[in-house]
């Protein structure tokens, strides 16, 4: 019976071993479980462009959706990353999440998106959203797929416009100028046929290369265009809306996999929220911006007449056929296509 005794004994001790470890352990794991999940959002812009408003606005829903459990970080005007850094960044896991434009999946391989870079592929911003949250859309994020990306949604600039230091108000007015671009071959294709020369800059620079001559012009959202102060060294600007800039909210494929799938839900959906508040905003913008250039009476501002947008779109054309097998023939058509259907729903509701 002693036997016995002792031995029960032992297994109580070693029990209330056993129990207290697994105390300590799950202790451990809930504190571990209770710090919030880090998003490093980073971004070139300023905070008081759209971009920089809806990236602080995703701050504001997912951390308040998630009630703590994600903290969102925002990094604006390059703080972390240039734009040439960036998306090796993101890939590298870095940073979690970036909202780059448009432009910059060509040099990355994913040429598709140089759909957006084309002049004068969208007439208006309703064939735009239709390309965006259509099936072209869906079918270029599944493009980034194997580079290791996860495509969350498409925010908008806006339509571009050319400034310089003389004016621009012909193809001919171009020639000689060197002007600043993204790293685009569509983009450089596009000043190339204006006579331009076309010069690859991070957009952190782009002001102090005006400044010092370094290059002529460049073309921008007004938006842009007045928060970076380029209106400051740019005589003449001419809103011609012949390009578009917007950008794809992209994130670490790895990360976003990894995460709870209620956490991913909720940040899904705050993605979606933000992007309509950012499209939303994103106008209203760019013509305050435009008021405020107005105001500064640094610039002067010329409205490219209709009859002068038709010389400057013929001569911007062959840039789509010049293109269609790096960007993809089907992609250019069905851009069309929409473009098409829009302006027929246009007709229709004058009837």
Do not use: C
Request: charged fraction near 25%.
């Amino acid at each position: 019976m002693a036997e016995v005794s002792i031995t029960q004994k032992e297994v109580i001790v070693k029990l209330s071993v056993v129990l207290s470890t697994l105390a300590l352990a799950f202790a451990s794991f809930a504190t571990q479980a209770a710090e919030p999940i880090v998003i490093k959002f980073s971004h070139v812009v300023a905070p008081d462009t759209p971009k920089g408003r809806a990236a602080e606005y995703f701050k504001k829903l997912a951390e308040e959706r998630t009630h703590g459990r994600v903290k969102v970080e925002v990094y604006p005007n390059s703080q972390l990353y240039k734009d040439r850094e960036e998306t090796e960044a993101l890939q590298l896991g870095a940073v979690q999440m970036l909202a780059p434009s448009l432009s910059k999946f060509g040099p990355l391989g994913v040429r598709a998106f140089e759909l957006f870079d084309l002049p004068y592929i969208f007439p208006d911003k309703e064939t735009l959203y239709r390309v965006m949250d259509g099936d072209i859309g869906k079918k270029l994020f599944g493009m980034l797929d194997a580079k290791g990306i996860t495509g969350l949604g498409f925010w908008d600039n806006g339509f571009k416009q050319m400034s310089a230091n003389r004016p621009l108000r012909t193809v001919e007015d171009f020639k000689g100028l060197k002007l600043r671009i993204q790293s685009s071959k569509v983009l450089e294709a596009q000043m190339k046929a204006l006579g331009a020369n076309p010069q690859v800059l991070p957009f952190s620079e782009v002001y102090s290369a005006l400044q010092q001559g370094v290059v002529d012009g460049t073309e921008n959202p007004l938006s842009n265009l007045y928060t970076q102060k380029m209106h400051e060294v740019q005589k003449h600007l001419t809103l011609s809306d012949h390009g578009y800039l917007g950008y794809a909210v992209i994130v670490n494929k790895a990360f976003w996999a990894g995460l709870p799938p209620d956490i991913r839900a909720t940040l899904d959906k705050a993605m979606r929220d933000s992007t309509v508040f950012e499209r939303r905003i994103a106008q209203e913008e760019n013509d305050e911006a435009l008021a405020n250039i107005r105001k500064a009476g640094t610039t002067q501002i010329y409205v490219l007449p209709y009859k002068d947008r038709v010389i400057w779109q013929q001569a911007l054309l062959p840039v789509h056929k010049e293109f269609e097998d790096k960007i993809g023939r089907d992609l250019i058509q069905a851009a069309y296509h929409v473009a098409a259907e829009v302006e027929k729903e246009k007709h229709r509701g004058k009837k």
